[in-house]
């Protein structure tokens, strides 16, 4: 069965610092899809990145960077410089199957990221 | 980009009440939507899979006669919480696929806050 962790309930960081959010996933699926989400206080879900499990390539867009490793079954994410506005929860998610939108998607427990200034 | 509308996004009723909750994709087709339930500083929990023109499929431990799920078009899904009760206080939220091959993430609405009184 599918299962995402999420080990860190609540993180706290000053602002400026980097700080790595972790997931770990298990599926006995060899093609899966694993997603970042943030939802801020508002309540709506962002779209921050997906990966399927071909694609063990790291990833940086700007300010993020994701770190996928199948052997530990790790897709972690790191915010570099954090500001303010990256306080949200991150869910972290996967999805099993042809990688159509059709997917079922579960999602982690979530992590809480406050940035102070 | 692709756009999911659900509304409304805040309703409060009274115990008993039935509400009904609609979620549309408003510049494409969606075959499939999924409805999700959040519980204040909780993951989504998947609900149901609504299949234009089928019945829903339920996920275990959803009441299927609480939940009544239509997705009668294909830009149209209803999810009404029949004789809702405080303990169906939630957030709901809807996405919906667009599903141009391998590669495409759901799309999330914003949520709709239902409190029950």
């Known amino acids: 069965a599918q299962k995402v962790t999420q080990a860190q309930t609540e993180i706290s960081v000053v602002e400026k610092e980097d700080v790595t959010l972790d997931c770990v996933y298990e599926?006995?699926?060899?093609?899966?899809?694993l997603f970042w989400y943030k939802q801020p206080p508002s309540g709506e879900l962002v779209f921050l990145i997906r990966r399927n499990s071909f694609d063990e390539q790291n990833e940086i867009s700007g300010r993020y960077s994701w770190n996928f490793q199948k052997s530990t079954s790790s897709f972690n994410f790191t915010i570099t410089a954090s500001q303010v506005v990256d306080s949200a929860v991150y869910f972290c998610?996967?999805?099993?199957?042809?990688?159509?939108?059709?997917?079922?998607?579960?999602f982690g427990p979530g992590t809480s990221l406050s940035v102070i200034p | 980009g692709a756009v999911v509308s659900q509304h409304p996004s805040w309703v409060i009723c009274k115990s008993g009440t039935s509400v009904k909750i609609e979620c549309r994709s408003l510049?494409?087709?969606?075959?499939?939507m999924f409805w999700y339930r959040q519980f204040p500083k909780q993951s989504l929990m998947l609900m149901a899979t609504?299949?234009?023109?089928?019945?829903?499929?339920?996920e275990q431990g959803v009441e299927k006669d609480k939940f009544l799920i239509n997705h009668a078009s294909l830009t149209l899904s209803t999810l009404t919480v029949t004789s809702a009760h405080p303990e169906d206080s939630s957030f709901y939220i809807c996405s919906a696929g667009q599903d141009r091959g391998a590669g495409q993430p759901q799309h999330f609405g914003d949520g709709t806050r239902l409190s029950i009184l």
């Open positions: 609504s299949n234009e023109g089928s019945k829903a499929t339920y």
């Open positions: 599926t006995r699926d060899t093609t899966y899809y």
């Open positions: 510049d494409f087709q969606a075959t499939t």
């Open positions: 998610a996967l999805s099993e199957g042809r990688g159509t939108s059709y997917d079922k998607v579960i």
